[in-house]
């Protein structure tokens, strides 16, 4: 009798994302478009969609990385910007720049893919995969398209498998690099970049910033809502022709603001500027409340989301901004997903949970629009809602866990329970 050897089963180094990816798109197409120098109003753009192999001959099929053109380094330097020394410094250009290159080489995100995707090169005649909807429907006007805003120094690359997930299932999704100086760096039309733009200490911080900001941020919003369904040319560089495959089938009445952090602000104040141009919106960990008491400052936010005021001292008085003449404030239907971290933020939860109550006492005589409900996941911290647990090994993640922001759930389950409750409040649209 010969003993059959043990055959030992080594855990995976990191959390595989296949879970998430699960739906009936054989492949989800990734598109990066770059801001283009003839269409300056336009921010970058990553697009994901619903794929397949182009027939009869398909090629080798590159998969997407988490970063465009795998930039971790341009990455890095952006976060060493705001977290190590300014971009200005001497200190930046000679020691931390060269640091975070080095730094760059070995991390571990730098060798890995997005499972399922298939890299979508801006060469308009080398594309691998075509434009495949789901519904197999020759009828035009059938595509949801959901917009995504990132969050406050974020790139627009922290959120690419929840934005992989929905392409598998169907939707378009288009994440947005906004250039407001929110960005940790995003790469500006003319070659240049722009760094995150630190707000003034003390007493010459001014609740403008903020409000300014987010204001630009939602004019971007929607101009590449307007620009994608094809309402909006302005003589791009990149109108590649999977943008002519899939703009017939977007549907302007199927359109759903969604965002991460300040991103839900974004699409929030975008969506009450003008209701009637989406269908749905998602909050993952919205930032609906700012709290600087020290100065006098304290206000819900964005204000015109709630139909209130600017705060006294923003723009020389109780003035709205003045690209939104909605005063009834936010009233399409909405689901707010908040970590567990938020909810223990006890004014910007109170501010989440009336923003809910707004949007449903505005639309409680009418039985056929849904419910917009808050829910929190347990356990979990801020950037539970972005790719950063699956960046590292988990080794690591125990040991930095608390510095990254994360919270004791499992990294797979918290991202599984986001996005069930995503699609479970979509399927009733």
């Not at 020394?85 to 640091?99: D, E, G, M, Q, S």
């Not at 970049?193 to 003034?200: A, M, N, V």
């Not at 300014?212 to 369904?229: C, G, I, M, N």
Request: net charge positive.
């Amino acid at each position: 009798f010969q003993q059959r050897p043990t055959i030992m089963k080594v855990a995976p180094l990191f959390h595989s994302p296949h879970r998430l990816l699960v739906g009936d798109a054989p492949l989800v197409g990734v598109l990066d478009l770059p801001s283009s120098a003839s269409n300056y109003e336009r921010p970058p753009i990553r697009l994901f969609f619903p794929a397949t192999t182009v027939s009869p001959k398909p090629r080798r099929v590159k998969q997407a990385r988490y970063f465009v053109n795998n930039r971790v380094s341009y990455v890095l330097q952006g976060f060493a910007h705001i977290a190590l020394a300014r971009h200005t410094t001497k200190l930046y250009r000679f020691i931390v720049r060269p640091l975070m290159w080095m730094v760059s080489l070995f991390f571990p995100v730098r060798f890995l893919k997005i499972p399922d995707t298939a890299l979508v090169t801006t060469k308009k005649d080398d594309s691998p995969v075509r434009y495949a909807p789901l519904n197999n429907s020759n009828k035009s006007k059938s595509q949801s398209l959901i917009m995504f805003s990132h969050g406050l120094t974020g790139t627009g690359e922290e959120n690419a498998l929840f934005c992989t997930a929905l392409a598998k299932r169907g939707y378009v999704v288009a994440c947005i690099h906004h250039r407001d100086g929110s960005s940790s760096r995003v790469p500006m039309p003319d070659g240049t970049c722009k760094f995150y733009e630190h707000l003034p200490n003390g007493d010459d911080y001014s609740p403008n910033h903020r409000l300014e900001q987010v204001s630009f941020r939602a004019k971007e919003f929607l101009y590449a809502t307007k620009w994608l369904l094809g309402e909006e040319q302005g003589g791009d560089d990149y109108d590649h022709p999977i943008l002519q495959q899939i703009r017939p089938k977007l549907d302007t009445k199927k359109v759903i603001a969604s965002g991460f952090s300040y991103g839900s602000t974004t699409c929030s104040l975008a969506a009450t500027a003008q209701p009637n141009q989406f269908q749905c919106a998602v909050f993952l960990d919205g930032w609906f409340h700012v709290d600087y008491s020290s100065k006098g400052y304290l206000y819900n936010f964005p204000p015109e989301a709630f139909g209130e005021d600017w705060p006294n001292g923003a723009n020389n008085g109780n003035e709205r901004s003045h690209v939104i003449e909605n005063k009834e404030g936010l009233t399409i239907p909405s689901i707010f997903i908040n970590s567990a971290q938020f909810e223990g933020y006890e004014k910007l939860y109170a501010a989440t949970t009336t923003l809910a109550n707004n949007i449903n006492s505005h639309n409680k005589h009418d039985s056929t629009i849904p419910e917009s409900k808050l829910h929190v996941i347990p356990n979990t911290k801020h950037q539970n809602f972005c790719d950063v647990g699956f960046w590292l090994p988990k080794v690591l993640l125990r040991r930095l866990g608390k510095l990254l922001a994360l919270g004791d759930a499992d990294v797979l389950e918290a991202s599984e329970n986001i996005l069930d409750l995503t699609l479970k409040f979509l399927k009733q649209f």
